[in-house]
């Protein structure tokens, strides 16, 4: 059975530094096919991607957020970690996690992917 | 980025209906288009991969069809357990994007 579970602290300060894990069980993170994403959800609001990695070389971030993020993984531990630095009050939201599958299409020669597994959610507040 | 707008934001239906959602992407992504359904206090769950492709265990009232820039999710015979929020995605970009979701509930 695959599962994900995020951890983190509850409330943040305005200027520090978010760090969330991301703990895995049920599939390996040194499977190439296979990768974590993160997501996350501001209260009432859509989900928005944020970073996913599939290998130390293979990782991806928005674009809108780059600068402030940094995503890595411990395969030995089955945990990825999510850090965003610098966080405001707009930071404030539920971060998921969820296993990234890659898939190649044969036809046009591009890959394509899904997110079929997703933790719980853990909520963040940033406030002073 | 590749933006997606999801129509209409949200509906109101009764149980048994049939219901469409759509998605149009601001460029062509092929037929990389996924759906996600969430209920509220819940993570998102997938449905629908590679815009017609049904997830392993949803039930087959769900469907998806399009390619290029415009998609559409549909529910057939509504049930009590459909009414939630839809998600679409793409995957097209290396950079995902979601739409702005469509809020599904009972009229």
């Known amino acids: 059975q695959v599962t994900l579970k995020e951890s983190g602290p509850v409330l943040v300060k305005p200027t520090e530094t978010l760090t969330l894990t991301c703990t895995v069980s049920?599939?390996?993170?040194?499977?190439?096919?296979?990768?974590v994403s993160w997501i996350r959800q501001s209260p009432g609001k859509a989900l928005e991607w944020l970073a996913h990695m599939f290998s130390s070389a293979e990782k991806s971030y928005s674009s809108s957020l780059k600068t402030r993020l940094t995503i890595s993984r411990d395969t030995s531990t089955s945990q990825a970690v999510l850090t965003m630095t610098n966080v405001e009050p707009v930071d404030t939201g539920t971060y998921y996690c969820?296993?990234?599958?890659?898939?190649?299409?044969?036809?046009?020669?591009?890959?394509?992917?899904?997110?079929?597994?997703w933790g719980q959610g853990t909520t963040v507040t940033v406030s002073s | 980025d590749i933006q997606l707008t999801q129509s209409p934001s949200s509906l109101s239906a009764s149980i048994g209906d049939r219901v469409t959602i759509t998605c149009r992407a601001s460029q062509a992504i092929s037929s990389y288009l996924n759906w996600y359904q969430q209920k509220p206090g819940s993570a998102p769950r997938l449905l629908i991969y590679?815009?017609?492709t049904l997830q392993s265990g949803v039930p087959s009232r769900f469907s998806g069809s399009g390619a290029g820039t415009d998609f559409t999710l549909t529910i057939n015979s509504l049930q009590p357990e459909d009414f939630a929020t839809y998600y679409c995605q793409q995957t097209y970009s290396t950079s995902i994007t979601f739409g702005q979701g469509t809020r599904l509930d009972i009229k």
């Open positions: 969820a296993r990234i599958m890659r898939f190649y299409d044969n036809l046009s020669g591009s890959f394509y992917y899904t997110m079929d597994v």
């Open positions: 049920g599939f390996s993170l040194s499977n190439a096919r296979m990768g």
């Open positions: 590679t815009a017609s």
